[in-house]
């Protein structure tokens, strides 16, 4: 197999949209991944098919998962409201173990569509203090990736990709803007509505909100 495929995961955010433009610039042939995993808007998904059309993916595959059936965060129980200001420690739109799921099945199809590399959006600057999105977490499910699959076995291999870990929201709209990403197909906000339109008000609002203004780029988000 002589081109180099890659898999990404696509949520339909901000983050998620610069990875595959990043993916695609290194001369991937990317195969994105979305999960319907009982989030509380479907706006997201939409986002991710609107993003995988306009980059060109060459395959958009949307998992099912149930994982409102354990509950325990705010993106998944209705009857945990999403904070609209600031929270010490890990807030509760942290989802158990939503990246290490994730991640195993991109590693899945990964190795059945033999592709070495599998890109995700993590970043440790500007993020919300979820555990699952430091280098230390990456590092170590590469690791057991390299161990629980025969391609990894055999000797092939898989790297998790995490080229914004280091990066501010700031440099990540700069870098996607220059890779020419339509953030305005993007939905980045925990409680979206039905049009995609945030709330600007969540930690995920704020977030882009000031990334737009460092970066000195026009915000295209919609507001409800």
């Known amino acids: 197999m002589s081109e180099k495929r890659a898999v990404i995961l696509l949520s339909g955010g901000l983050d998620s949209a610069t990875v595959a433009a990043m993916a695609l610039a ?5 195969y994105s991944m979305s999960f319907d995993y009982g989030q509380r808007h479907r706006a997201e998904l939409l986002a991710a098919e609107r993003v995988a059309a306009d980059l060109g993916m060459r395959e958009h595959k949307v998992i099912g998962l149930d994982l409102n059936g354990i509950g325990g965060s705010a993106l998944t129980d209705s009857n945990i409201a999403v904070p609209e200001s600031p929270s010490e420690g890990i807030p509760v739109t942290y989802v158990p173990a939503r990246n290490t799921l994730f991640l195993a099945l991109a590693l899945g199809w990964a190795e059945v569509l033999g592709a070495r590399d599998i890109f995700i959006g993590v970043n440790a600057v500007d993020y919300s203090g979820y555990p699952d999105c430091r280098p230390e977490f990456i590092e170590a499910f590469e690791r057991m990736a390299n161990l629980a699959t025969r391609e990894g076995v055999e000797g092939k291999g898989f790297r998790i990709r995490a080229p914004l870990q280091s990066m501010s929201k700031a440099q990540i709209v700069a ?8 953030y305005g197909l993007t ?21 882009r909100a000031e990334g737009f203004a460092a970066a000195g780029v026009a915000d295209p988000t919609s507001y409800y």
């Open 26 to 30: 290194d001369g991937y042939s990317c």
């Open 175 to 182: 870098a996607g803007v220059a890779l020419g990403v339509d």
């Open 187 to 207: 939905v980045s906000c925990y409680q979206a509505d039905d049009q995609g339109r945030a709330c600007g008000r969540c930690d995920s609002c704020r977030f």
